[in-house]
């Protein structure tokens, strides 16, 4: 400890005293001087100050400046402090965040080896699959869930379910994923779920099994969520869910992976299997790329190119979906031009079944999302006969 500023110490608990509410810059000032003299009751306020300032801050570069300030208020705290471990993996987790936001990587994914080791490896996982290393992020992910079971989440289980389906691993993503819809399905029963969400799930292990090759166990399942979208068109939901688009986001995201560029180190794509977690920099990246998208889907048209049209709409439509497919305001009026166009562009391939049962599909599970069960009924049943009758 260098030498002490008795005046600049007297000059902070002067302000702590005093009957005024202090800025956070204010506590921040003061809790650095008291920090010094007295570590064990200030170092974890100025955690919480410096972190608290960090995320009120516009400025990239000054909130890497507070975090990494508090990473290292964290590790001064001692090693018996109550809540050390948690203040500092907060700190370490806004550290990170900060750097991606900055484009520094290597040094973000070395904050994200640290977390690990302290038992937070969802970020970590996240950052493997941006980067197209499946399989190590579903290791992670299986310790995550087994550590936690029998709770686990529908997102750890779908996260966990993208990244062995991406290592090419489809069967045992097919038996995570059936473990999450066996559980979802016995909630539903119980009405803690919504029936919006188990037919999600059951249209994505559809697709999950169409996709490794399993016909009729793809068939089946499209079966089942037909029954489940009868009943919601029949009935509604049994209770009022008001929170259920990030589901929604997520499985319709995912959906789209085969459609995007392979992910790399060199070149890394969102962590599709997630609604979180995403490094900033691979977000903006990502939406980025929605007016080159817009000015190729313009000249398609002018072409009448309209097998890519669909394809090329659809990218459009996943993007907007991620950017603000979780805001309920005027959410059917908002998002369903997108899907009306794809089963438009769709219809006008008539020797082209695929491409209408994709978006046909697409626009059932945007309108469960809305609410909207008749119609969302009436798409798939017109995708369950057109599947049968292949």
């Not at 190590?136 to 993208?162: C, G, I, Y």
């Not at 399942?221 to 009868?230: D, G, I, W, Y």
């Not at 992910?263 to 977000?283: I, N």
Request: charged content about 30%.
């Amino acid at each position: 400890m260098g030498k002490i500023d008795h005046d600049a110490v007297l000059r902070a608990r002067v302000l702590l005293l005093g009957s005024g509410r202090l800025s956070t810059l204010e506590k921040v000032h003061a809790y650095r001087v008291l920090a010094e003299v007295s570590p064990k009751a200030y170092l974890p306020k100025l955690v919480d100050a410096l972190l608290s300032l960090s995320y009120e801050s516009r400025v990239r570069e000054a909130r890497l400046a507070l975090a990494a300030e508090a990473v290292g208020a964290g590790r001064r705290m001692e090693a018996d402090a109550p809540k050390r471990a948690e203040r500092l993996c907060g700190a370490l987790d806004a550290y990170q965040r900060a750097l991606f936001a900055l484009g520094r990587r290597a040094e973000g994914r070395a904050v994200c080896e640290e977390l690990a080791e302290a038992g937070q490896r969802g970020r970590l996982a996240s950052l493997l699959a941006e980067e197209g290393r499946f399989l190590e992020a579903a290791q992670l992910n299986e310790k995550t869930v087994r550590d936690r079971k029998p709770e686990h989440s529908f997102w750890n289980m779908v996260e966990w379910a993208a990244n062995l389906e991406g290592a090419g691993l489809h069967d045992a993503a097919s038996a995570v994923f059936r473990e999450l819809l066996d559980e979802t399905r016995r909630k539903a029963v119980g009405q803690n779920t919504s029936l919006a969400i188990l037919t999600w799930e059951l249209i994505h292990l559809s697709r999950m099994f169409e996709t490794a090759g399993r016909g009729p166990d793809s068939a089946a399942t499209r079966r089942e969520a037909l029954t489940v979208l009868e009943e919601l068109a029949t009935t509604g939901e049994p209770k009022s869910w008001s929170c259920v688009l990030a589901w929604w986001v997520t499985l319709f995201t995912l959906s789209g992976r085969a459609d995007e560029p392979a992910a790399s180190a060199e070149s890394p794509m969102p962590p599709f299997g997630t609604d979180l977690g995403w490094s900033s920099d691979v977000r903006d990246a990502f939406l980025g790329t929605l007016p080159e998208l817009e000015g190729e889907a313009a000249e398609l048209r002018k072409t009448g190119r309209i097998p890519e049209l669909v394809d090329v709409q659809r990218r459009i439509t996943l993007r907007v979906a991620i950017r603000e497919g979780n805001r309920h305001h005027r959410f059917e009026e908002r998002f369903g031009p997108y899907f009306d166009e794809g089963v438009t562009l769709a219809r006008r391939l008539p020797d082209d079944p695929a491409r209408l049962t994709r978006a046909l599909t697409d626009r059932s599970m945007f309108l469960v999302a809305a609410a909207n069960f008749g119609p969302a009924h009436a798409d798939f049943s017109e995708v369950v006969a057109l599947l049968d009758a292949r």
